[in-house]
């Protein structure tokens, strides 16, 4: 984690919302385009609670990055949960097991330019996201 990173627990509702929140604000802070920051916005949120309710909470953290070109946000959702049994099927369009904003992590991975996750049985999910300003 970097000095212009900030770290948030998410392990209720309110949590997903600051997380959301962040996100926003961040993107705003970035210069990302609007259609990019709900991109971004929408796919923290499924993010976020997947860890919440998956997950069985976790931690986000969000930081400014920039590479040699253009400035951007990366997140990493971070949980100590189940793991993920199927990952080729969990990454299916249309896959659900309920209560997200049927999005999926497919639908997450859209939404974003880099899309990076790791996850072992038993030992929990990290799933780091990456969007650049256009």
Same mark, same amino acid.
């Given at each position: 984690?970097? *000095?212009?990173?900030? &770290? ?9 919302? &600051?997380?959301?929140?962040?996100? &926003? ?7 990302l ?11 923290? /949120? +499924?993010?976020? &609670?997947?860890?919440?309710? @998956? ?8 930081q $400014?990055?920039q590479?040699e ?9 971070? *949980?100590?949960?189940?793991?993920i049994?199927d990952? *080729? ?5 249309? @896959?659900?097991?309920?209560g ?5 992590? /497919?639908?997450?991975? $859209?939404?974003?330019? +880099? ?7 038993? +030992? ?8 650049w300003? $256009?």
């Amino acid at each position: 984690m970097s *000095d212009d990173s900030q &770290r948030l627990p998410v392990t209720t509702d309110q949590d997903v919302v &600051r997380v959301r929140q962040l996100v &926003r604000t961040v993107a705003v802070a970035v210069k990302l385009s609007l259609v990019d920051q709900t991109k971004l916005v929408t796919a923290a /949120s +499924e993010l976020a &609670r997947n860890t919440l309710v @998956y997950g069985g909470g976790g931690t986000v953290d969000v930081q $400014r990055v920039q590479n040699e070109r253009k400035a951007g946000i990366r997140i990493v959702f971070a *949980d100590q949960g189940p793991g993920i049994p199927d990952l *080729d099927l969990a990454l299916t369009d249309g @896959y659900t097991t309920g209560g997200g904003l049927g999005l999926g992590l /497919s639908g997450a991975r $859209r939404l974003v330019d +880099e899309f990076d996750i790791q996850t072992k049985v038993g +030992e929990g999910t990290t799933i780091t996201v990456t969007k650049w300003c $256009r």
